[in-house]
Nanobody
């Protein structure tokens, strides 16, 4: 009964910013690494950024310096602040997390995805 729900996608112009959120809910005991991926039709899903439960971050080279991943452990929520967006970053963005539930099972979960469109 663990669920990830993304929000914050939309249409922006090149150079603008957008902030994505992903809230985890359900029978959660703890959350390990959380991440954001994106996928364009016909291409493989790619990692954009990830963050461990201790706050260590990892970014794809193409977004370093423009995107910032963060999390609020008290709210079981992660965020992706995306600045200076480019048209080629139009994609469906997915939230991902390694979650241990109340029965001590560790599983990987995906959100349903949120569309980000960067276009003038």
């Amino acid at each position: 009964q663990v669920q990830l729900v993304e929000s914050g996608g939309g249409l922006v112009q090149p150079g603008e910013s957008l902030r994505l959120s992903c809230a985890a809910s359900g029978s959660i005991f703890s959350i390990n690494t959380m991440g954001w991926y994106r996928q364009v039709p016909g291409k493989q899903r790619e990692l954009v950024a990830s963050i461990t439960n201790l706050g260590s971050t990892n970014y794809a080279d193409s977004v370093k310096g423009r995107f910032t991943i963060s999390r609020d452990n008290a709210k079981n929520t992660e965020y992706l602040q995306m600045n200076t967006l480019r048209s080629e970053e139009t994609a469906v963005y997915y939230c991902n997390a390694d979650i241990r539930d109340q029965l001590w099972r560790l599983r990987n979960y995906w959100g349903q995805g949120t569309q980000v469109t960067v276009s003038s």
